[in-house]
């Protein structure tokens, strides 16, 4: 084989392998860009209102909302003694922003009762839908209630799922297991069965009456940002691809 031949072959294939690195680096850069998901649980009943703390919890969501990326989804869920799933909403822009901020106004609380355990089986539900539309992804929940678990007296008496079982049922899932992570907001009354398991298992973080109401920006505190790890090494072996084939 002649050396021309031999340095065109060399040629063709840093050419291969820069088109394979380059792709390699368009989807890294595209996976660091998915939109995240939020799934708010508003805790509606009576107490709520008579406390002042439904316009607190507003102020709340809008605050971490505002701190979207485009391509993030809000789900919002409200409950008292029963579950209510309001909306649910991709930000692309202000303008959507303006459209969940209305709906977020519109809520009010009128119910009774506080039945957290039905409302956090259902919204565990809606990651299980999540994961199954997008496998990988990682939904924060972020849980506003000012009471302890407190179900309706119809529910009272009957064989009902604790919360040990309630996790476990979602948490003991391979596919499911760390793809969502809970911030249990105590207004007033805490629930010691929700607050322990998040603690014990590392699944989820108790926010104080204190902490919620000096307006911390709680969310979101993801252990480890992969993604930007991943967005930096990217840029990085880029630039280092480009600098040694056009050197």
Not at 104 to 109: G, H, M, N, S
Not at 208 to 226: A, G, H, L, P, R
Not at 230 to 237: E, M, N, R, T, V
């Amino acid at each position: 084989m002649s050396e021309n031949r031999v340095l065109l072959l060399v040629m063709i294939d840093k050419k291969g392998l820069l088109s394979a690195l380059l792709l390699l680096s368009i989807l890294l850069f595209g996976s660091c860009s998915a939109g995240r998901n939020f799934i708010f649980i508003i805790d509606t009943s009576g107490s709520m209102q008579e406390k002042n703390l439904l316009q607190e919890v507003k102020r709340s969501v809008k605050k971490i909302m505002l701190d979207y990326k485009s391509g993030d989804r809000f789900h919002v869920i409200s409950f008292d003694s029963a579950t209510s799933f309001l909306f649910s909403r991709e930000i692309k822009n202000n303008n959507d922003l303006q459209l969940v901020f209305d709906e977020i106004d519109k809520l009010e609380a009128l119910g009774q009762w506080t039945n957290l355990v039905q409302v956090l089986d259902y919204s565990l539900g809606k990651v299980v839908e999540l994961q199954k539309k997008d496998p990988g992804s990682r939904t924060v929940l972020v849980v506003y209630t000012d009471g302890k678990n407190d179900p309706p007296p119809v529910l009272r008496g009957k064989k009902n799922i604790s919360f040990t079982e309630l996790f476990n049922k979602y948490y003991l899932n391979k596919a499911l297991k760390k793809s969502w992570y809970i911030y249990y907001v105590e207004l007033d009354q805490p629930e010691p069965e929700l607050a322990a398991f998040l603690k014990d298992n590392d699944t989820g973080v108790v926010i104080s009456k204190e902490s919620f109401s000096s307006n911390v920006n709680f969310t979101i505190d993801e252990k480890t940002d992969y993604a930007l790890y991943i967005w930096i090494a990217s840029g990085i072996l880029l630039v280092l691809l480009l600098i040694y084939f056009f050197h």
